[in-house]
């Protein structure tokens, strides 16, 4: 039988059907055509294609369901229109914001409501009375990067705070690292304007008795809502506080917050006043469409400190808890073994491992803020001597900003870096919501592990645990069947211990489909029905985000997770991730890649179109479940992949800033050959792909060459932009220039260099390689040189895979006597060198040739890194003050970005005396090497550039020289700006003045 995901485009009125017979309530006739009405009557967009439906089939849970189509409303008149069109024809509606629920709250089989294209603008702010009025797609960072001028924020800080909305954080009551400080989501909203299941608008907040008393006297679908949540509290206030766990005693974000409504007024006079919002705050979109939000504000702290203390047990870990909690932090995370031996292999955490010493089984990191100033310092003080008395961890240290944020940073990655888990055993969720008083921690943790122990499944452990709450998530094979039974078996074992120790099962990621069949049993069975009849009352046909916190369907149903079936035909050696499968299924959908521009490399088409279709979420996704197709390469497919991949510049972002390491261009690279394969290679490709050999010919006559390829008609029938000129040939090639060169170079005092010729190097910029002989000669090492190779770069990119090993393997050959002996090789061109440290041990090229290629990436540096590494021990600085009081403004090349960092870059310029070195907050240039030369994404290309790289440029000063690694960068922002951009190599020649 056919699943949701298979039922597509031609097949919608089908699908339609099925879904009435599942649900007679839904859509009672001519389906098509009633959406077609629908998508006419909104602002917004409607969108039933079978791509963006199955890009919203899933959120970062385990759960994967077709939608119907997805609604991405304009304003708040859009969202009545929905609501309207969904009373009328009994159609579901699921509001969503960044997806990043880990429950299941975004997923079903109904109309999917994205707030985020439309709904993002900040409405009003008003710092005297600390407050903000914004719609529900709002980027929580994106509102306090508005704030900071004020010195105020919104609190709540959940990991994905620089993507997760605050729509999202209201709809499931989304609280960070800080609820220790500064409490939860609910503790920050004071009121919001609402669509109610009618269609009609109300504004819900906080009211004096008066008001109440007319609120419970109106004649609509409001009045019987104040009537039915005022008299559940009144009538039952006793079972209400009886039944939840304390909001003093245990985080809680189980079904509806009774309890918080009924410890206010006027059941308690001197308690808050009555506020519905609070109560719609973490009903994860069960009760109303919110179209927008006012939160409360507090002060920026002015002093931030971290205390990292590291332990050789978890045991002696959790026993610490207790310890360090009186001395009031304002944040305590624990993160154990599994996590921390991810961060050795991950390139992004690799560097934010510097504070850790040893092999430690779990840290607590604890964190100090204050607005003031004050209490911080003697605070640390105090905790120090304590954990010192006490003997509690072999390792103390205390970090400021920016180390602080560092080590943070490696705390946040710690789900997708679980997600990263080569093979198919993952870190599951589904327990890791579970929370107890702090006093019970221990026993409860050592209750949990004994519950894995029998099972004889291993466990992670990590999260708040301040506040009783670890993020326990058993290590399983989910798509398995043993797996599948396994993981159920924990669940209800461990929700039936954490309700014995008067816990919850939703602490802070909520319900959703998860972990509602278990609330019943958590809440009693008198309660959860009183919970019942306030969602009847809200919504009174359940097309708000049903099957959420009452009838879901079985736990076990539309797990996104496949048996891994026969393998995927593939051109890499995939072996390491277990087959090009567990490869594609490695994204969590926590969406770590939707960022906005200045915050990251990853994904720069995301950052210029904000369409989830161009994030690497989005083409993971897609991805996954083509893979777990009977058939990955057939037709259909490929036209999927072909759509969401159209726009992936391949700049290895995603490598290192994806915590679970997801390579889209390697992903890319794959699924173009496979396409070659069946489809034929297109013209341009095939261009391209030759650009070694075209050039070489191209250079017997570069003059001629140059004023062919300059008429924009031949750029256009070779499929670039005619707009976009194309780099002119040098007179005289590297090579020539060598050969010629006199006189013989100098006796080597420091040792001996290679340099790697590539094509960009020898055809086009041999000024270059040139001034790189001469600094490296100054230094006093001999520099030799290759005859023009390739890497096999620009045939990867372009998916010609085999043609890449060809060249690859011949510029190993011609590498590997250099590198045996221990010698450097060096290269201009960051893309080209460094394919020697990334793809080169994955292209199969045998056992033999593999192990030269390890070795030749292990002595392959980029030119600034031989820099850093090399000439920076040298007893004198070889650079002098010619550009001393200048300002170097550097853009680091994508490559370089992900697969070094730009530390090495900054560093070698930094041994320049006198100058100022800064780095551009800038993703990817846009151009990418060929993408930006394309006829089709020219534009994007400019929009990409316009993000960060070319203002910075713009306001850059007279006395600022741009410095920019990459071929393409330096093409892009001379075509862009008409500014030239300078190789750090040319930059460093000038520091050392004439020769």
């Not at 969904?86 to 109309?111: F, M, Y």
């Not at 008198?526 to 969602?535: N, P």
């Not at 393998?567 to 499968?581: M, T």
């Not at 394969?677 to 010919?697: E, H, K, Q, T, Y």
Request: proline content about 7%.
């Amino acid at each position: 039988m056919p699943s949701d995901l298979d039922m597509e485009g031609s097949n919608l009125l089908a699908y339609f059907r099925s879904k009435q017979t599942a649900r007679p309530s839904v859509m009672t006739s001519e389906p098509l055509s009633k959406l077609l009405v629908l998508s006419r009557a909104l602002e917004g967009e409607l969108l039933t294609d079978r791509l963006s439906r199955r890009l919203y089939a899933t959120d970062a849970s385990p759960h994967q369901k077709m939608p119907l189509a997805v609604a991405r409303p304009k304003h708040r008149d859009d969202c009545v229109t929905l609501m309207r069109f969904a009373a009328r024809e009994r159609l579901p509606l699921i509001p969503r914001a960044a997806g990043t629920s880990l429950a299941g709250q975004c997923v079903g089989d109904g109309l999917v409501i994205d707030f985020t294209r439309h709904m993002n603008r900040i409405l009003a702010i008003d710092p005297e009375r600390r407050r903000a009025r914004v719609q529900p797609g709002v980027i929580r960072d994106d509102l306090n990067d508005a704030l900071s001028p004020f010195g105020l924020m919104f609190a709540p800080d959940p990991s994905t705070a620089n993507r997760c909305t605050i729509g999202g954080m209201f709809g499931n009551n989304a609280w960070g690292s800080h609820a220790l400080r500064y409490g939860t989501t609910r503790d920050h909203s004071l009121s919001v304007e609402a669509v109610l299941s009618d269609g009609s608008i109300v504004r819900f907040e906080s009211l004096g008795g008066e008001q109440l008393r007319e609120k419970l006297a109106l004649d609509n679908l409001e009045g019987r809502i104040y009537r039915a949540v005022y008299q559940a509290i009144d009538r039952h206030r006793a079972l209400i506080l009886d039944r939840f766990p304390r909001p003093d005693g245990v985080p809680r974000n189980a079904g509806y917050p009774l309890d918080e409504l009924a410890l206010g007024q006027p059941w308690e006079s001197g308690g808050p006043p009555f506020n519905p919002a609070r109560l719609l705050c973490g009903s994860e979109g069960t009760l109303a469409l919110i179209s927008e939000i006012e939160v409360g504000l507090v002060p920026l702290p002015a002093r931030r400190r971290l205390v990292c203390v590291q332990f050789e047990s978890l045991p002696q870990a959790l026993s610490a808890v207790a310890v360090v909690l009186g001395h009031q932090p304002s944040a305590l995370e624990l993160v154990d073994r599994h996590i921390l031996t991810l961060t050795k292999t991950n390139l992004e955490q690799q560097r934010n491992r510097f504070w850790i010493e040893g092999d430690p089984a779990a840290v607590l990191l604890i964190d100090f803020v204050d607005e003031t100033g004050d209490g911080v310092d003697a605070a640390i003080e105090g905790l120090m001597a304590e954990l010192h008395s006490l003997n509690l961890g072999y390792a103390r240290k205390v970090l400021d900003s920016p180390l602080r944020e560092r080590a943070l940073a490696l705390r946040a990655a710690g789900l997708g870096l679980l997600m990263g888990m080569p093979g198919p055993v993952k870190a599951v969720t589904g327990i890791e919501d579970t929370a107890v008083a702090v006093k019970d921690l221990p026993a409860y943790a050592e209750a949990v592990f004994s519950i894995m122990a029998n099972h004889g499944v291993d466990c992670v452990a990590f999260g708040p645990a301040g506040r009783g709450l670890l993020h326990f998530r058993p290590l399983l094979d989910a798509g398995s069947r043993d797996g599948r039974h396994l993981y159920q078996c924990i669940l209800e074992e461990v929700f039936e211990r954490v309700i014995r120790f008067g816990g919850t099962i939703s602490a802070k990621h909520g319900d959703g489909r998860l972990r509602s069949p278990y609330l019943p049993a958590m809440l009693g069975e008198e309660l959860y029905g009183l919970l019942r009849r306030i969602k009847a009352a809200f919504d009174p046909h359940d097309l708000l985000n049903p099957h959420k916190i009452f009838d879901p369907p079985p736990l076990l149903s539309d797990l996104r997770a496949h048996e891994n079936g026969k393998p995927v035909a593939a051109d890499f050696d995939w072996s390491r991730e277990a087959g090009l499968k567990i490869a594609a299924s490695k994204c969590n959908g926590a969406g770590t890649c939707l960022k906005s521009a200045g915050r990251g490399t990853m994904c720069p088409s995301y950052m210029a179109t904000r369409e989830e279709r161009h994030g690497t979420r989005g083409r993971a996704n897609i991805f996954r479940q083509v893979m777990d197709s009977s058939e990955p390469w057939t037709a259909i497919n490929r036209e999927l992949l072909g759509e969401v991949l159209d726009l992936c510049l391949a700049c290895k972002g995603c490598k290192s800033e994806c915590p679970a390491n997801v390579d889209m261009a390697r992903m890319k690279a794959e699924f173009l050959q496979q396409h070659y394969d069946r489809s034929g290679i297109p013209w341009r490709a095939r261009i391209v792909g030759n650009f070694d050999r075209l050039s070489r010919f191209a250079g017997f006559a570069p003059a001629l060459s140059n004023r062919l390829l300059a008429q924009p008609w031949i750029r256009s029938r070779l499929g670039f932009h005619p707009e976009r000129p194309l780099p002119p040939l040098a007179d005289k090639t590297f090579s020539r220039w060598l050969k010629l060169r006199q006189p013989a170079q100098p006796a080597s005092r420091n040792g001996e260099v290679l340099l790697f010729n590539d094509p960009f190097t020898e055809f086009y910029e041999p000024r270059l390689a040139i001034a790189a002989f001469e600094v490296l000669e100054r230094c006093g090492f001999r520099a030799a040189a290759t005859p023009c190779l390739e890497s096999g770069r620009i045939q990867i990119s372009q998916g010609l895979l085999r043609a890449a090993r060809k060249r690859l393997s011949r510029a190993v050959e011609r590498l590997y006597p250099w590198a045996v002996t221990g010698r450097w090789i060096i290269g201009l061109e960051p893309s080209e060198i460094l394919t020697f440290r990334d793809e080169a041990a994955d292209l199969p090229q045998g056992e033999s040739l593999g192990k030269k290629a390890r070795v030749v990436a292990d002595r392959a540096l980029t030119f600034d890194e031989f820099v850093e590494r090399e000439i920076g021990r040298l007893d004198e600085n070889p650079f002098g003050e010619a550009l001393k009081g200048k300002t170097l403004l550097v853009h680091g090349h994508c490559h370089q970005k992900s697969l070094l960092g730009m530390q090495p870059l900054l560093k070698a310029l930094s041994l320049i005396p006198g100058v100022d070195v800064q780095p551009i907050p800038s993703g990817c240039c846009g151009m990418a090497g060929v993408f930006g030369y394309e006829r089709e994404h020219y534009a994007v290309s400019l929009d990409i550039a316009e993000l960060i790289l070319f203002p910075a440029i713009r306001e850059a000063g007279a006395d600022t020289l741009i410095v920019a690694p990459g071929t393409s960068c330096r093409r892009q922002i001379a075509d862009g700006l008409g500014v030239r951009a300078y190789h750090p190599v040319e930059v460093m020649g000038m520091a050392m003045g004439p020769a």
